[in-house]
């Protein structure tokens, strides 16, 4: 096939995609706006050490107003062979003060996207997937593709040429740990076959309700040919069974989707909603914005997922004790970097405004955020990005109300 006939197919494989996606953009762009007034708090911020990039954070609040975060940290760069799962604790009386991360995993790997979910105020399930990323040092792309100095660059073409390949398909996966008394000692390692950055959730009837991507890490590189799915377990995570993937409009494959989260209503109905991002095209409407989907019997049939015209990715969303919905994504649109949230009044049948919680940000290395409700009625946003220019990336949160 020639380049003028690839070019033909992609356009053709992607016109409706794209004629969906703008008008759901066209959509979102008459939603009224707000800014919220209030400082951004820094979690876990130590600009002056080479260690200090922190990414992809979850939080949870126990009943007494504890708060934990975990996240990917001890670490330089946005990809590299250091990332270690790490726990921070703090208190909703004072969101200020925050204890210095602790190492909770660590593979001779690249460990990365931390969620947690608690089953109740002692016993903590942490979620996060390993990564080798072998393939960057075998094409010496560590300096170009993520930035690194050429210094940083030896050192970890080094680490990865020590790491022990014999353990690469042991450690390589998505994985749960779990600790039953407060966080004090954890489990070893829970093969999991689904990963997201946040994590499982759990249901009402006690079950806990998985839905992410299929596992998609494996020697030789990353595999993203695979579906959005949903998984349950009945033993506390121990292990999962495999329920139905979500099928997707015409044109938008298994390679466009990643990074899910769902969220159970009162009626049972399980809202779904899914980073959407089709790199081999220049269009702000596919580049990195949001699908939501539905399942009424479980998580084992799926609504096909509909375009939301989000400018950002990828989502969380939580239900205020208002009954609002809040969603918030991290924003990547130069001149808008920053961290935003949707609110809806129905349940996610519609979007009806936008509050920015964050629009200045210096680059648009930041997002995953995810938010919690705290005692009285005011939200905490927490997120990963810089706080000022030419730093590593922070655990930074944001404490507002609806």
């Known amino acids: 096939m020639s380049q003028e006939q690839s ?35 820094p979690i876990c911020y130590h600009p002056q ?23 990917s940290g001890n670490r330089r760069y946005h990809v590299d062979p250091w990332g270690k799962v790490v726990i921070i604790y703090g208190h909703e009386r004072d969101l200020t003060q925050w204890t210095e991360p602790e190492v909770i995993f ?23 997937f390993t990564l080798d990323i072998g393939q960057y040092a075998a094409g010496r792309s560590l300096e170009k593709v993520f930035g690194m100095r050429a210094e940083d660059a030896a050192a970890a073409y080094a680490a990865i040429a020590a790491q022990p390949t014999e353990l ?88 466009n989707v990643h990074e899910p989260y769902a969220i159970e209503l009162a009626d049972g109905k399980i809202l779904g909603f899914i980073r959407l991002e089709v790199r081999s095209l220049d269009e702000p409407a596919l580049r990195f914005t949001i699908m939501q989907t539905e399942s ?25 004790s208002s009954g609002s919905l809040v969603m918030v994504f991290g924003c990547r649109t130069a001149g808008r970097y920053g961290i935003r949230a949707w609110i809806s009044e129905d349940e996610g049948q519609t979007w009806e405004r936008e509050a920015v919680l964050c629009d200045d940000a210096p680059t648009g290395d930041l997002g995953y955020p995810q938010t919690v409700e ?23 949160g944001k404490n507002w109300r609806l």
């Not at 954070?57 to 934990?68: C, E, N, Q, V, Y």
């Not at 690469?168 to 779990?178: A, C, E, H, R, V």
């Open 296 to 320: 009424t019997d479980g998580g084992m049939n799926w609504r096909e997922a509909r375009f939301l015209g989000c400018d950002g990715s990828p989502p969380h969303v939580m239900q205020h």
């Open 168 to 255: 690469t398909g042991y450690y390589l996966g998505s994985w749960l740990i779990l600790s039953e008394d407060g966080g004090e000692t954890w489990s070893e390692q829970i093969p999991s076959p689904l990963t997201t950055p946040h994590g499982p959730i759990k249901l009402s009837n006690g079950r806990l309700f998985y839905f992410g991507k299929l596992m998609f890490a494996s020697e030789g590189g990353i595999k993203s040919e695979k579906p959005i799915m949903a998984a349950v377990s009945d033993n506390g995570g121990l292990s999962w069974r495999l329920l139905g993937p979500v099928p997707m409009p015409a044109g938008i494959i298994d390679d």
């Open 106 to 128: 660590n593979s001779p790997f690249d460990d990365r996207d931390s969620g947690i979910l608690l089953l109740d105020d002692q016993t903590y399930l942490v979620s996060s």
């Open 374 to 396: 705290l005692a009285d009625g005011s939200l905490f946003t927490i997120w990963y990005g810089q706080l000022n220019p030419d730093e590593r990336c922070s655990i930074l």
């Open 49 to 71: 050490d080479d260690w200090s990039y922190y990414g992809w954070p979850s939080i949870a609040r126990d009943s007494t107003g504890k708060l934990i975060i975990v996240c």
């Open 7 to 41: 070019a033909q197919q992609k356009a053709a494989t992607y016109a409706e995609p794209k004629a969906r996606g703008r008008e759901a953009f066209a959509v979102a762009a008459k939603m009224p706006q707000s800014h919220v007034d209030a400082e951004t708090i």
